[in-house]
Nanobody, 114 residues
Framework: QVQLVESGGGLVQPGGSLRLSCIAS????????MRWYRQAPGKQRELVAAITSGGSTNYADSVKGRFTISRDNAKNTVYLQMNSLQPADTAVYYC????????WGQGTQVTVSS
């Protein structure tokens, strides 16, 4: 049974940073691409960043240059380093993997506010 557990969210001031983590279990983590999504109140879930099994990355235009996705296959963990946070980044952040796209964790809340 595939499980995804996100953590690391919180309240941060504009311009601040957070690092999100997502621990995956029940799958061969190293062989799977991983993605971070976010969903703001009243909006659809959107793809923020993705990393392939080989480490290639892609980002939404809105976060390019501010967010960095990375992975540690030894720890079955994918990270999202978020810098220069803005109020528009406020959302619940989720990780996901394309092979098990119906599996979602509980998410982690990120609130950017002064």
């Amino acid at each position: 049974q595939v499980q995804l557990v996100e953590s690391g969210g919180g309240l941060v001031q504009p311009g601040g940073s957070l690092r999100l983590s997502c621990i995956a279990s029940g799958m061969l983590f190293s062989a799977n691409a991983m993605r971070w999504y976010r969903q703001a109140p009243g909006k659809q879930r959107e793809l923020v960043a993705a990393i392939t099994s080989g480490g290639s990355t892609n980002y939404a235009d809105s976060v390019k240059g501010r967010f960095t996705i990375s992975r540690d296959n030894a720890k079955n963990t994918v990270y999202l380093q978020m810098n220069s946070l803005q109020p528009a980044d406020t959302a619940v952040y989720y990780c996901n993997t394309p092979l098990y796209s119906l599996v979602w964790g509980q998410g982690t809340q990120v609130t950017v506010s002064s």
